[in-house]
């Protein structure tokens, strides 16, 4: 007699194009709602979406965080409201794909975050260009 014991918590997961992206909330203490913009020692990437700018520790956090938050069933707009992207109308699967692969990735997540503070730091003193 073999019994298995399965997890009372199921883990959402999506596929999309035949991929499977695994919804599972990385695994770390969520920072109380109160603390949102602050950013923490070892917290090096925002969540570009429109105006939400929390801070994460990795670029899987901020996809989770992303996909849930802002791409989440009753939530999503419809279509991606990243900062510098084109708002095209995207089906919500369509968008988890493109929010992984164009927007959380490290490179994207970081390069996202230079073109930010060039946005803030461009008021201080004019480019050599």
Known sequence: LSLQSTPAT???TVQVQGQQINLQPPSYTA???HAEQM???GQN???L???CKKWFQTPSQVFYHAATEHGGKDVYPGQCLWEGCEPFQRQRFSFITHLQDKHCSRDALLAGLKQDEHGQAG???PSNK
């Open 49 to 51: 979406w429109q105006s």
């Open 10 to 12: 199921s883990i959402p």
């Open 45 to 47: 990437f925002m969540c």
């Open 39 to 41: 950013k923490k020692p």
């Open 123 to 125: 008021n201080q003193k």
């Open 31 to 33: 920072a109380s709602q």
